[in-house]
């Protein structure tokens, strides 16, 4: 029996066993990307665990058929993530779909993780039946919106100011950036 050659950087949808890899990924990336945006007391609440637990669920129990995540895996080992879903805008029409969530491990930028998750992202938005994707991108995280902008994304007007802290102590501005995912 001879052993099949597997990629060593691919992209595949997220398992339940993934769900840790995916936390710690989402804290490096937080930490390394807002570390000037966010609020000191916001960032010391940044926990890999917590994240994993909310990930976990998400891939166990998605809210509907529409709802997924997907893993970038250099040697089978998670460097990446994004979750796809339909948007949830109040100008949303029913073929908006949305990246809720898009981060590459900060040791694995440049090596085209995020290109060949970027891509599956809207290969899967399609396959789900949207024709147009949604991203909100804080205002601020200029090395996301570099990566996005030259494949296609470009900002919409619409923005909009999240309350971190439920109290306005604590805010993050995003601007969202939306595809076509007919043109390609």
Do not use: C
């Not at 940044?46 to 893993?71: C, E, G, K, Y």
């Not at 900002?155 to 076509?180: E, I």
């Amino acid at each position: 029996m001879s052993e099949q050659p597997i990629a060593d950087k691919s992209v595949r949808t997220a398992w339940a066993a993934d769900a840790e890899a995916i936390g710690r990924v989402q804290a490096r990336a937080w930490m390394r990307s807002y570390h000037e945006l966010l609020p000191k007391a916001v960032l010391n609440q940044i926990d890999a665990t917590t994240f994993a637990d909310a990930w976990r669920q998400a891939i166990i129990r998605p809210p509907s058929a529409q709802h997924r995540v997907l893993v970038a895996l250099d040697h089978g080992s998670v460097v990446g993530f994004a979750a796809t879903a339909p948007s949830g805008d109040p100008d949303a029409v029913p073929q908006d779909g949305e990246v809720v969530a898009f981060h590459i491990d900060p040791d694995a930028q440049r090596q085209g993780h995020g290109s060949r998750l970027i891509a599956a992202v809207a290969d899967t938005l399609r396959a789900d039946g949207f024709t147009r994707a949604r991203l909100w991108l804080v205002v601020g995280d200029d090395q996301l919106r570099g990566f996005l902008e030259p494949a296609g994304w470009g900002p919409d007007s619409a923005h909009r100011t999240l309350d971190l802290s439920d109290d306005g102590s604590a805010t993050l501005r995003q601007v969202r950036l939306h595809t076509d995912l007919e043109s390609e």
